[in-house]
């Protein structure tokens, strides 16, 4: 199995901050990386694909990097609307989602 | 617009079945698969398996064979996901998903949930 580290568990930043997630893998996954939003009570959200790809309708404010075994999702400048849980996901070989980083705003 | 509808709430005891339905509607039902991710209370997402709504092909994570079974009607654009052996820890929010065009796991399209509870 492929083991997925997602750091930090939790963060807090101040509205305009730039925050970085990671996502680190325990062998590559080459780029087969994608990351969600979840907010409380909702389904996840599709933010970024193929590790660097982003979905239609998400804001520019969010990108994803990386290939092998790091990657990272940024939010550029952190929005109140951005509260929620984040996961990234390995679709390399059996699919499995990251532990999931709690996102606070200060 | 693409919508996936699953069903109702179940309340189940240790030892039972549950069947949870995924009905979609706004694409063609044969041309993407169905995944199945659950969210026991408080905890992260956990991924389960896929089916191909093709030739109902299907790829279970290890931790569910066995006990899991996921099929298809395509008469009725419906995903099934039966869970047998229920105990305490099943207890969550099952959610069945659609990939985007390009990537079965790009899981672009959700339904709202269903909550299943198992409880003596």
């Known amino acids: 199995d492929i083991q997925m580290t997602q750091s930090p568990s939790s963060l807090s930043a101040s509205v305009g901050e730039r925050v970085t997630i990671t996502c680190r893998t325990s062998?590559?996954?080459?780029?087969?990386l994608n990351w969600y939003q979840q907010k409380p009570g909702q389904a996840p959200k599709l933010l970024i694909f193929?590790?660097?790809t982003l979905e239609t309708d998400v804001p520019s404010r969010f990108s994803g990097s990386g290939s092998g075994t790091d990657f990272a999702l940024t939010i550029s400048s952190l929005q109140p609307e951005d509260v929620a849980t984040y996961y990234c996901?390995?679709?390399?070989?059996?699919?499995?989602f990251g532990q999931g980083t709690k996102v606070e705003v200060k | 617009q693409v919508q996936l509808v699953q069903s109702e709430p179940e309340v189940k005891k240790p030892g039972a079945s549950v069947k949870v339905s995924c009905k979609t509607s706004?694409?063609?039902?044969?041309?993407?698969?169905i995944t199945w991710v659950r969210q026991a209370p408080g905890q992260g997402l956990e991924w389960m398996g896929w089916?191909?709504?093709?030739?109902?092909?299907?790829n279970y994570a290890q931790k569910f064979q066995g006990r899991v079974t996921m099929t298809t009607d395509t008469s009725t654009n419906t995903g099934y996901l039966d869970l047998r052996s229920l105990t305490a820890d099943d207890t969550a929010v099952y959610y069945c998903?659609?990939?985007?065009?390009?990537?079965?796991?790009?899981?672009?399209?959700w339904g709202q949930g269903t909550l299943v509870t198992v409880s003596s």
């Open positions: 998903a659609k990939g985007r065009p390009g990537g079965e796991q790009w899981l672009q399209s």
């Open positions: 706004g694409y063609t039902f044969t041309n993407f698969g």
């Open positions: 089916i191909s709504t093709y030739n109902g092909n299907t």
């Open positions: 062998q590559s996954i080459k780029t087969f």
């Open positions: 193929a590790a660097s």
């Open positions: 996901q390995q679709t390399y070989l059996f699919p499995a």
